[in-house]
Antibody, heavy 122, light 112 residues
């Protein structure tokens, strides 16, 4: 079955960087787009970024554009989120989610990981 | 595309029906005629789980008491007879006008 496991969360100071990773298994990773979605404490869901199956189509939410970078390694079945210039507003649980298709078509998120908590605090 | 859910909170008696509304600021009909509107359930302390996609298609393992209807800009998630395990927050999400993907603000279902 599909399994998504995030890692790399933690407590960091404002202005610093952090890299999250998501290890995928149970499906043909190279055929599906992947997304990051975050949820601030007590708040709703906010889409963050997507990468297509081949990594050639990448997009970001305006709130993270220029600061976050999504990347994938199809040889290792992983998708990463490099986060720089972090601020307290980035404090959230970050979920890795699988796209229903390649992400070149209208997406839907059919499987989610358990999430990684990122806390940005001085 | 802005997704607006109502109500914010929905107290329901076990065994009674529940209905959640989701409205989009633009039509969600894609050029292929399909509406890419999904519903997610997030139980307390858990990750979101997709219940329905393309308005009304149920994911594997989702009880048939969950159903979705709607078209254009107005959509509804219905729970036929609420059970205690249905407590949580429900979100709608559109994928038609991507990127970005956008979620509704969420509706909290609680037992009276």
């Amino acid at each position: 079955q599909v399994h998504l496991v995030e890692s790399g969360g933690g407590v960091v100071h404002p202005g610093t960087s952090l890299r999250l990773s998501c290890a995928a298994s149970g499906f043909t990773f190279t055929s599906y787009g992947m997304h990051w979605v975050r949820q601030a404490p007590g708040k709703g869901l906010e889409w963050v970024a997507l990468t297509s199956d081949d990594g050639k189509f990448i997009s970001y939410a305006d709130s993270v554009k220029g600061r976050f970078t999504i990347s994938r390694d199809n040889s290792k079945n992983t998708v990463d989120l490099e986060m720089t210039s972090l601020s307290p507003e980035d404090t959230a649980v970050y979920y890795c989610a699988k796209d229903r298709s390649s992400a070149w078509y209208p997406p839907s998120l059919d499987f989610w990981g358990q999430g990684a908590l990122v806390t940005v605090s001085s | 595309v802005v997704m607006t859910q109502s109500p914010l909170s929905l107290p329901v008696t076990v065994g009674q029906p529940a209905s959640i509304s989701c409205r989009s600021s633009q039509s969600l009909v894609y050029s292929d005629g399909i509406v890419y509107l999904s519903w997610f359930q997030q139980r307390p302390g858990q990750s979101p789980r997709r219940l329905l996609y393309e308005v009304s298609k149920r994911d594997s393992g989702v009880p048939d008491r969950f159903s979705g209807t709607g078209s254009g800009t107005n959509f509804t998630l219905k729970i036929n007879r609420v059970e205690a395990e249905d407590v949580g927050v429900y979100y709608c999400m559109q994928g038609t006008h991507w990127p970005p993907l956008t979620f509704g603000g969420g509706t909290t279902v609680e037992i009276k």
